[in-house]
């Protein structure tokens, strides 16, 4: 013991330990146990400290660095580790991949969840409901992407979103649109979904009963639900614009399971129709009617 190097002392402190502390500041710039957290040493002896100052500053950093998700400031990474495996399972729409890489999806989730975010599953999001798997969501959106209204457009245009949850799809979708209305019908979820969402001013959310659309700003150019149902709507059909498409999950012809629905909305010299097509079996939660 008697060998050990002097420890730094604390009090008094001679002048060279208080170094570059302007007047009047009261903590040991770099002195004690402030070097116990290295990271806060160069900030320290740079800005000015206050009583506790060191404290704070540590946990402020801690705060930054370690935010609730655990995923650190890395989050950026390991989206874009996300989107990797998703193109080289075959999403190509580049405005799709890159809207998968912008929204950080770890903040839309539970922080006990907030490590599976950027797993390509769905995560529950309370109120027995889920967000949906990337992947999926990702494959949606390309499809109206595709639509040849959307192409013309470049953009998904004025969308509407059935099923809010928690905001997530619709921080995607803005990416991609000019204007999109979100429709919950539960009033938690659209609760936490407007705290999710504060800053992204092209969203709307509406409280209510998605089955009958949003009335007072259709005509829509896409619609998107994430929810299921037997069939669609016959309201999402009056409020799809000419030109445009809908997406939707919806019982399967055979009575079992989901399919994906897509649904044009044509119009030329043959009048304006309705033209379905049936893809590939998915999950969703049910759509049921009226608010709660
Ligand atoms: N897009 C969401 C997915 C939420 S899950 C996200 O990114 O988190 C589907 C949502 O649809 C649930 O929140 C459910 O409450 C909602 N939903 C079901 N039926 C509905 C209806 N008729 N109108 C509005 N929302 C509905």
Known sequence: MSDSPPRAKRFPLSLHQLGTAPK???????????????????????????PQGHWQQAAALKARTLPPSGLGLDSAG??????QRLRREGLSDERVLNALATVPRHEFVDTALA???????????GHG????????VGRMM??????????????LGKVLEIGTGCGYQAALL???????VSVERLKPL????SGHLVGYNRVRLVYGDGMLGHGPSAPYDSIISAAGGDDIPQAWLDQLAPGGRLVA?????????????????LRDAQGSRFVRSLHEPVLFVPLKSGVM
């Open 24 to 50: 009047g500041s009261a903590g040991p710039a770099g002195a004690g146990k402030a070097s116990a957290a290295p990271a806060v040493a160069p900030a320290s002896a740079r800005e000015p400290l206050k």
């Open 190 to 193: 659209h609760d936490k979904a």
């Open 142 to 155: 390309a499809l109206m992407l595709a639509a040849p209204g959307a192409q013309a457009r470049g953009d």
């Open 249 to 265: 999950p919806m019982t399967a012809p055979s009575g079992r399971g989901q399919v994906l629905v897509l649904i044009d909305h």
């Open 78 to 83: 390991v989206r874009q580790r996300m989107v």
């Open 115 to 125: 490590i599976q975010a950027y797993e390509d599953t769905s995560l529950p999001i």
């Open 174 to 180: 803005m990416q991609v649109a000019r204007h999109v």
């Open 129 to 136: 409901q889920t967000i949906s798997k990337p992947s999926v």
